[in-house]
């Protein structure tokens, strides 16, 4: 119980300042390309062209680019709200066509 009151709840050992996760390194930038091919796809297609996929690379760039105040946790969540958006705007959009 102390070791909660003293850091808190979510506190995470180790650097805070950077990403050292290889496996989460590669998930982001398979997610980034993922989002760029959607991206290309749908703006090849006149019918279907949109700008929202930018939404899901830019929340996947996020946490890989900006390093904000130092707390890698922030950077990941901003970018997984603009994933999630962007998700959910792209599928509303390219789902008519």
Request: aromatic share 12%; glycine share 8%; proline share 2%.
């Amino acid at each position: 119980m102390d070791e909660i009151l003293k850091h808190g709840v979510f506190w995470i050992n180790g650097n805070l300042t950077a990403i050292n996760s290889t496996l989460l390194i590669l998930i982001l930038a398979v997610g980034a390309i993922l989002s760029l091919l959607i991206f290309y796809l749908a703006w090849h297609n006149l019918a279907t062209r949109t700008w929202t996929p930018i939404l899901c690379l830019a929340g996947f760039l996020i946490p890989l680019i900006v390093h904000g105040d130092g707390n890698i946790l922030k950077c990941l969540i901003i970018g997984y709200i603009f994933i999630i958006v962007g998700a959910s705007f792209s599928v509303q959009t390219l789902r008519f066509y």
